[in-house]
């Protein structure tokens, strides 16, 4: 795990200006405190912070080939490196190190662009062919490490964070207003935008190349499988496949010359992973866990049943509400946007503790998208089933009566009908992705002041991907969410730990894993109201029955009664407040009516007033370059 930064000079007679470049690199430094490097090259320039992960004394970067033509920064781990590396040898490459990053550059050399196609494992990458004047980005299958860029009047910018391709722009920053509704929607900005304007992500799956001669290319190498494999299999046949996949990604996953652990949960995912972990390794499995001094958002008790059967050397760490409001715009600043969901700080907290005591992390991120572990899909699928019972037995006017009815219900009734049949047409856009938006677009179009951004539909890339998708309503739920939701999530993931200074790996995302699972029937995986069906069969005999049969809770946050009680003044400020207000990016009265009632307990916007708080911070931050401070029950802004 490092941090990678570059720029590229379109005129091949300009130089880098390397206090610029070393300004990008160095924003990253909790990206890579074990190292630095730097490569000027006339109009191109490259920067590296390194975590020493594989050969901790060599695989310095800016790395070369062999005659110094071809140059590499990167991020990431390969796992297939090793098998790779006798084949690369056998066809004249002289390896001069051990690590995984020599192997990109002679793949490179023997199958250019398409050399990504031979790796797995998460990676993003520059790299600078000389001879061609020709430079190639590249971000792993699944998106599992961010690559960011910026293309200027004369030059490209890139960088592992936005964070560093903004510390080489001369002017501040932008609000990118157009993709506001979908931000409200969905917590995050899919597809290839960000919030900053002109700064966008390399999509997972992409290279990105530039050349004077060819201007940019960006090529997609790898999809989800587009087709489900409807044969003869049983669940209890595809649990055994899946068993035997999951045991190897495990294994490949353990690539490490430095200390290794795991975050424990407590539930099915991190819970398979250390069990399968604890039979692989000879010494104690490491493991972490998080929890708040609140019963209904502590899962410590599920992860300590996991440590205690595996003999985990473990650790905790409790985070005060106190702890959790002034890490906030910190980490803020570690995602360079607004905090998608609360779960991120807790796992800030969890990875500062894993620090001390190793370098890389095991992690179950992945399983719920792969798997439709979820309650969305389950409630999704039965909507649906109902929904159509509905309108094929009930005539019109009564259904457009009973919906009418349905949504002017008190908002502490209209919580359970939202989302449901009774409220909204039995479609996919209606029940899962308006269905399950934080702010619905009927809820939109009273909050947002510009009403020329209605016409951005909020759920467009969910549903491009939700279309294309091989299968029914199932796969094609799981397929949308693994190429948006799970990328914001990754990033997550990735820029959590690495604020901590530390490597996150997700064996549920191996390569081959995913193009099994995925083809999979959905039938195998949400079978009536179990979901994770096929998982659960696949690992029954590993993990605890109490763990297999109890509810999901997932990083669970108390936000609900912070909200109502001593964190109030928070959404004043941050909300309310009259700085808040002079953006006129809301209407006054409804964030007022948001705001209120949940402050009286009618109405459950906890997560609505979370994402307008972090909304606010990250405008302070970045928009208007200053540092916030939200603590103790009070906010305050300098």
């Not at 991020?75 to 098998?83: D, K, M, R, T, V």
């Not at 409790?318 to 607004?338: N, Q």
């Not at 407040?577 to 953006?583: D, E, F, M, N, Y």
């Not at 906890?606 to 939200?630: H, K, P, S, Y």
Request: with cysteine; charged share 25%.
């Amino acid at each position: 795990m490092c941090g990678i930064a570059g720029i590229v000079k379109f005129d091949p007679r300009e130089t880098v200006d390397e206090a610029r470049l070393k300004r990008m690199r160095d924003v990253l430094r909790h990206r890579g405190p074990d190292g630095e490097g730097l490569l000027l090259d006339g109009p191109v320039g490259l920067g590296h912070r390194r975590l020493s992960i594989i050969d901790v004394a060599g695989g310095h970067q800016p790395m070369a080939n062999e005659d110094e033509t071809i140059w590499i920064v990167y991020n990431g781990e390969i796992y297939n490196h090793a098998a790779l590396r006798p084949g690369l040898e056998q066809r004249g490459h002289r390896y001069r190190n051990r690590s995984d990053t020599e192997t990109i550059l002679h793949a490179y050399e023997e199958d250019g662009d398409r050399c990504v196609e031979r790796l797995r494992g998460m990676f993003a990458f520059a790299l600078w062919d000389r001879p061609r004047g020709r430079v190639l980005l590249a971000r792993d299958p699944l998106g599992i490490k961010p690559l960011y860029y910026a293309w200027g009047a004369d030059e490209l910018l890139f960088a592992s964070e936005i964070k560093a391709v903004l510390a080489a722009l001369p002017t501040r920053p932008a609000l990118n207003h157009a993709v506001i509704p979908e931000f409200l929607a969905s917590r995050f900005v899919s597809g290839e935008e960000t919030l900053f304007r002109g700064v966008q992500k390399l999509l997972p799956g992409r290279t990105l190349s530039w050349s004077p001669g060819q201007r940019v290319q960006i090529r997609r190498y790898w999809h989800l499988p587009t087709t489900i494999d409807e044969g003869p299999a049983t669940l209890e046949e595809q649990a055994g496949e899946l068993r035997d996949r999951l045991t190897a990604a495990v294994r490949s996953h353990l690539m490490t010359d430095v200390p290794l652990g795991l975050f424990l949960s407590g539930g099915i995912d991190s819970s398979a992973l250390a069990i399968l972990m604890a039979r692989m390794i000879e010494e104690p499995v490491r493991t972490f866990s998080v929890g708040f001094d609140d019963p209904r958002a502590n899962e410590l008790s599920w992860a300590r049943l996991v440590a205690d059967k595996i003999g985990a050397e473990h650790r905790e760490v409790i985070v005060s509400p106190g702890e959790f409001f002034a890490a906030l715009p910190r980490l803020i600043w570690h995602e360079d946007e607004p905090i998608a969901t609360p779960a991120s700080v807790p796992l800030h907290f969890v990875s500062r503790l894993a620090r001390d005591h190793v370098k890389v992390v095991l992690t179950g991120e992945g399983a719920d998208e792969l798997f439709l572990g979820y309650n969305r899909y389950r409630v999704t699928a039965w909507n649906q089933r109902l929904g159509r019972v509905w309108e094929a037995a009930v005539p019109g006017g009564i259904r457009r009566t009973s919906a009418l009815i349905a949504r002017a219900l008190p908002s502490r009734l209209r919580r359970y009908t939202d989302a449901t049949f009774l409220a909204r047409p039995a479609t996919p856009r209606a029940l899962f992705f308006d269905g399950f938006a934080v702010f619905p677009e009927a809820m939109q179009q009273s909050l947002l002041t510009d009403a020329s951004l209605f016409r951005r539909d909020p759920h467009a890339e969910g549903l491009r991907h939700y279309g294309a998708a091989p299968g029914g309503l199932l796969e094609r739920m799981s397929h949308a969410d693994l190429q948006t939701y799970l990328v914001e999530l990754l990033m997550k993931q990735d820029q959590m730990s690495m604020s901590a200074s530390i490597e996150s790996r997700v064996p549920f995302l191996d390569q081959a894993l995913v193009e099994y699972a995925a083809a999979m029937p959905g039938r195998f995986k949400l079978d009536g109201l179990r979901t994770k069906a096929v998982l659960r069969e696949a690992v029954r005999d590993l993990v605890p029955p109490e763990i297999l049969t109890r509810r999901k809770m997932g990083f669970p946050v108390p936000l609900d009664p912070w909200f109502r009680g001593p964190f109030w003044p928070v959404v004043e400020e941050f909300v309310l407040g009259p700085r808040a207000l002079a953006r006129e990016l809301f209407v006054p009265s409804e964030l007022r009516r948001i705001a209120e009632e949940q402050r009286a307990g009618i109405g459950r916007h906890a997560d609505r007033l979370w994402l307008l708080v972090n909304l606010e911070l990250w405008q302070r931050m970045f928009l208007d370059g200053e540092d916030v401070t939200v603590a103790g029950g009070a906010a305050s802004g300098s």
